[in-house]
T-cell receptor
Framework: GAVVSQHPSRVICKSGTSVKIECRSL??????MFWYRQFPKKSLMLMAT?????????EQGVEKDKFLINHASLTLSTLTVTSAHPEDSSFYIC?????????????FGPGTRLTVT | GQNIDQPTEMTATEGAIVQINCTYQ??????LFWYQQHAGEAPTFLSY??LDGLEEKGRFSSFLSRSKGYSYLLLKELQMKDSASYLC??????????WGAGTKLIIKP
């Protein structure tokens, strides 16, 4: 099956610093990648959708200047949390969808737990 | 607006059967997904239904009725490892997933 990796799995950073999270599709080309955040005991909240080579589409209420998304290649998307604050602490999950549009399944990465102190 | 409803929490006994329901109202429909998510981990795919009827896959089955905007996930021969949250998600007309809040399933010995 399709494998998506995320790095790092856990990160602790200080307020005001920036953190980059990488999402890679290991054995398929991901034309579309999705970034979610999840608060404890809550469902996934879609932050943005990114297509390779174009600007990400952000969901309402998500600050694009704070959550920078780059989808530079068909196997890599990055999410950078800029000037992080404690309220940005969350579980961030990426998912990827392949080239075969008849297959709508999203393959999830293992997630990144961000703690901002 | 778009809405996915599923129970917040359910409890069942090891070895028994449990049915988790999901109702939806979305702008368009391109399929319904069920995912399993253990605490602290990312969701894993369980099933995808786009046509009415029952899809069986081992101990797990998923049912869809598009006319009723209704799906259920049926788990048989429950095992302790099935304790997890089960997320229902519908793909709308823009091929975007709309997520339910998840059902936390607690399995008791």
């Amino acid at each position: 099956g399709a494998v998506v990796s995320q790095h790092p799995s856990r990160v602790i950073c200080k307020s005001g610093t920036s953190v980059k999270i990488e999402c890679r599709s290991l054995d398929f080309q991901a034309t579309t990648m999705f970034w979610y955040r999840q608060f404890p005991k809550k469902s996934l909240m879609l932050m943005a959708t990114s297509n390779e080579g174009s600007k990400a589409t952000y969901e309402q209420g998500v600050e694009k200047d704070k959550f920078l998304i780059n989808h530079a290649s068909l196997t890599l998307s990055t999410l950078t949390v800029t000037s992080a604050h404690p309220e940005d602490s969350s579980f961030y999950i990426c998912s990827a969808r392949g080239e075969r549009e008849s297959s709508y399944e999203q393959y999830f990465g293992p997630g990144t737990r961000l703690t901002v102190t | 607006g778009q809405n996915i409803d599923q129970p917040t929490e359910m409890t069942a006994t090891e070895g028994a059967i449990v049915q988790i329901n999901c109702t939806y109202q979305t702008s368009g429909f391109n399929g319904l997904f069920w995912y399993q998510q253990h605490a602290g981990e990312a969701p894993t795919f369980l099933s995808y239904n786009v046509l009415d009827g029952l899809e069986e896959k081992g101990r797990f089955s998923s049912f869809l009725s598009r006319s009723k905007g209704y799906s259920y996930l049926l788990l048989k021969e429950l095992q302790m490892k099935d304790s997890a949250s089960y997320l229902c998600a519908v793909m709308d007309s823009n091929y975007q997933l709309i997520w339910g809040a998840g059902t936390k399933l607690i399995i008791k010995p």
